[in-house]
Nanobody, 117 residues
Framework: QVQLVESGGGSVQTGGSLTLSCASSQSIITFNHMAWFRQGPAHNQRELVAQAPTNAVPYYPDSMKGRFIISRDDAANTVTLQMNNLKPEDTAIYYC??????????WGQGTQVTVSS
């Protein structure tokens, strides 16, 4: 089974930036897409932050556009999430996701991001 390991989380003040990294034990080009999700303290479900399809342009939900950038390094089997102008509502556990061509999702353990006012 693929192992996904997130890193780079931490605590920042409003307006700060963080870059998260996800390292995959398996070649990421074997997946349909890589993505970042998050789950905030007041939410029961994980929400999509950014999606990076293999051989396609990234996708961002409307609510995420402008402050987040997802990038792939296929040779290194890593995916990063650059987060800028962070707000308290961005506080969440951020999860790396890999979705196979057959619809199977793999998840990392998550990394905590805390944004204070």
């Amino acid at each position: 089974q693929v192992q996904l390991v997130e890193s780079g989380g931490g605590s920042v003040q409003t307006g700060g930036s963080l870059t998260l990294s996800c390292a995959s034990s398996q070649s990421i080009i074997t997946f349909n897409h890589m993505a970042w999700f998050r789950q905030g303290p007041a939410h029961n479900q994980r929400e999509l932050v950014a999606q990076a399809p293999t051989n396609a342009v990234p996708y961002y939900p409307d609510s995420m556009k402008g402050r987040f950038i997802i990038s792939r390094d296929d040779a290194a089997n890593t995916v990063t999430l650059q987060m800028n102008n962070l707000k308290p509502e961005d506080t969440a556990i951020y999860y790396c996701n890999a979705s196979s061509w057959r619809g199977y999702d793999s998840w990392g353990q998550g990394t905590q991001v805390t944004v204070s006012s």
